[in-house]
C-alpha cells in the first residue's frame, strides 16, 4: 500500500517538475491606469522570515489517490521540507538554501530516485519564495489585477478579493503550474492559506491537494535574514 | 527496499499495538486506548502531533485510528485489511496492502500477544532492564531506517505507557497511551469499514 503510495507520489512530483501539463497559453498583460496591484498586495503571500508549516498532502490519478504529512521550515532563504507518512514514518527530507541544489538527509526508495528532491523544491519555491525575476503590474483581460515576475520561467500572482489568490507558472508561453489558495488568513503581514490546490493538466492529469495542519511564525533565529 | 516499507509500516503498528497497552501477557483479550503520536525531526522547531484510538480484539482484530490531524482508520479484521483516510467529509479506501506482508504482522501480533517476544523474526529484542523493552532490527535494510524502538512498561501488570520508535540521530515518533482498558466486551460493527 505504502509503496505503491509512494510510486504514484513520486510520479506526481516528477512530472510537476519536467513537464508543461497544462495547454494554456500565458495571457498578455493589460495596462491598468491607475488600478495596478501594489507590490506588497502579491509580496504578502510570500512568508518572510523564520516559519515552520505542515499540511496534509492528497494528491489523486486516474490510478489512485493517497496521503502523506508535509513538512516545511521557512527560514529567510533556507528550506527544510519532509514528508511523512500519517503513521510517522519519515520518507524524505531535504534542506537547501536560495536556489542551491537541495542536500538530502533522508530519502528512502523511491524518493531517492534523480530529480525528485530538485522537483519537489522547485515546488516549494514556487509556492512559499517570492518569485525571481522582473516584476510587472497590471491585469488581465478578465480585468483580475495580476504581478507578472519573468525571469528563466514567468510567475504571474493574482490577489483576489478576501485576501486570497493564485499562482500561475508558464514554462515558455505554455502554464506549467496553477495553484489556488482558499479560506486564507491573515498571520502577522502574511497571508496563509488554509487550502492550497495544484492543477496540472498534462495527459496525466493530477491534482495535489494541501490541507493545512499548522502554521507558526517562529522567532527569529540567528540564520534569519534581517 | 521498497517491498519493504508497507512491512515496516505495519510493523511499526504492531509494535504500537503490542506495545501499546498490551505487552506479552496471556489471557489479553481485549484493549481499548487512547494515543498521541509525537513525531520529532531535527528539522523541525515543533513536533507534529497526532491523536487517536485503538481497539483491538483478540486474536486479530485491530481498529487503528487517528482522529487529527488527519481522520484515517486502519483495520485488520478477519485476515483482511483496510485503510480509509477521511476526504471532503467521508471516507475513502486507500489501496489495499500486499496479503503477505499483512500475514506477517499478524503472525507478529499473535506471537508477542502470546509472550514470545523472543520469536521474532524482525527484531532483536532486549527484556534485561526493568522497565523498557528494547527492540532492535535484525535486517540491515530495516535497520537504516528504524535503530530502535523502546517500549515503556507501565505501573500495571500487561500495560506499556509509550512506545518510542527511533529513525537515527535525525528523528524519533512517540506513542504515549492512555485510557487504557483491557478485557471489555468490543462489538464487532467496530472493525467494520465505516
Known amino acids: ?226 | 527496499m521498497c517491498r519493504l516499507l508497507p512491512l515496516i509500516v505495519f510493523a511499526l503498528l504492531a509494535v504500537a499495538l503490542l506495545g501499546g497497552p498490551v505487552v506479552a501477557e496471556s489471557g489479553i483479550r481485549s484493549v481499548q486506548a487512547d494515543f498521541t503520536q509525537e513525531k520529532q525531526m531535527k528539522i523541525l522547531s515543533r513536533p507534529l502531533l497526532s491523536r487517536g484510538t485503538l481497539v483491538f480484539q483478540a486474536p486479530q482484530s485491530l481498529r487503528w485510528e487517528y482522529h487529527t490531524p488527519l481522520r484515517s482508520i486502519m483495520l485488520l479484521h478477519n485476515g483482511r485489511m483496510a485503510k480509509m483516510v477521511e476526504r471532503n467529509g467521508r471516507f475513502e479506501k486507500e489501496s489495499r496492502a500486499g496479503v503477505s506482508s499483512m500475514q506477517i504482522i499478524l503472525e507478529e501480533i499473535s506471537s508477542w500477544l502470546e509472550g514470545r517476544f523472543t520469536d521474532n523474526p524482525m527484531f532483536v529484542v532486549d527484556t534485561s532492564r526493568e522497565r523498557t523493552v528494547l527492540l532492535t532490527p535484525k535486517e540491515p535494510g530495516l535497520q537504516a531506517i528504524i535503530s530502535r524502538i523502546e517500549l515503556q512498561r507501565g505501573e500495571q501488570d500487561g500495560v506499556i505507557d509509550s512506545v518510542t520508535i527511533f529513525e537515527g540521530a535525525d528523528g524519533w515518533t512517540k506513542l504515549t497511551f492512555s485510557n487504557t482498558v483491557l478485557n471489555q466486551v468490543i462489538p464487532a460493527t467496530v472493525f467494520q469499514e465505516p
Not at chain 1, 512559499?128 to 504571474?156: I, M
Not at chain 1, 490577489?159 to 508558464?170: F, H, L, M, R
Request: charged share 15%; hydrophobic share 40%; glycine share 10%.
Open chain 1, 1 to 226: 500500500m505504502i509503496s505503491r503510495f509512494i510510486f504514484s507520489l513520486v510520479s506526481v512530483l516528477l512530472l510537476s517538475s519536467c513537464a508543461s501539463p497544462d495547454r494554456q497559453s500565458m495571457p498578455h498583460l493589460l495596462a491598468m491606469a491607475g488600478k495596478n496591484p501594489r507590490p506588497a498586495e502579491c509580496a504578502k503571500i510570500f512568508p518572510t522570515g523564520h516559519w515552520q508549516l505542515s499540511h496534509v498532502i492528497t494528491f489523486a490519478l486516474a490510478g489512485g489517490s493517497g496521503t502523506v504529512v508535509g513538512v516545511l521550515v521557512l527560514n529567510g532563504e533556507e528550506i527544510r521540507c519532509a514528508l511523512v507518512s500519517v503513521e510517522g514514518l519519515t520518507l524524505f527530507a531535504a534542506q537547501a538554501t536560495g536556489s542551491s541544489a537541495p542536500e538530502v538527509t533522508r530519502a528512502l526508495p523511491p524518493f531517492d530516485k534523480p530529480g525528485f528532491a530538485e522537483g519537489l523544491m522547485r515546488d516549494i519555491r514556487t509556492i512559499f519564495s517570492f518569485p525571481p525575476g522582473n516584476a510587472e503590474y497590471g491585469q488581465l483581460a478578465d480585468g483580475a489585477p495580476v504581478c507578472r515576475y519573468s525571469g528563466l520561467t514567468v510567475t504571474d500572482v493574482l490577489p483576489e478579493e478576501g485576501g486570497c489568490w493564485s499562482i500561475a507558472t508558464y514554462s515558455g508561453q505554455t502554464r506549467s503550474r496553477l495553484i489556488r489558495a482558499r479560506s486564507c488568513r491573515m498571520i502577522g503581514s502574511t497571508a496563509v492559506a488554509e487550502e492550497l490546490e495544484l492543477v496540472a493538466a498534462q495527459p496525466a492529469g493530477y491534482t495535489l491537494n494541501m490541507q493545512l495542519i499548522s502554521a507558526e511564525h517562529l522567532p527569529a533565529t540567528k540564520g534569519d535574514l534581517p
